[in-house]
């Protein structure tokens, strides 16, 4: 996935996590938004904790911005849905 010729957002999260749960409606609407542009994915950062461990740090929602298969940002606990949008737009250009 992080080999996307495609810009990536993957999520670390855990099913726990309050922020994840809050945050939930936000990705699912910039997913739809952003649909064939951006790809995403989920990290479970308690079932993969040797991968999470070389993005992630254990904040209970972390958002990391990939493009040409390297880690550009990183965005740690809630944020407002415009800020995490403007994000992913600086991804395409």
């Known amino acids: 996935m992080l080999e996307s010729e495609q810009p990536v957002v993957l999520i670390c999260e855990a099913e726990w996590s309050g922020d994840a749960h809050i945050m939930a409606p936000i990705i699912e609407d910039l997913v739809e ?8 994915g989920k990290l479970d950062f308690e079932k993969y904790a040797t991968l999470a461990e070389r ?3 254990r904040q209970s929602l972390t958002f990391l911005f990939f493009k040409d298969g390297r880690m550009v940002n990183l965005i740690q606990g809630t944020v407002l849905k415009t800020a995490l949008k403007k994000q992913i737009e600086m991804l395409l250009k």
């Not at 938004?33 to 995403?40: A, S, Y």
């Open 33 to 40: 938004c952003f649909n064939g542009k951006i790809r995403f």
């Open 55 to 57: 993005y992630c740090t």
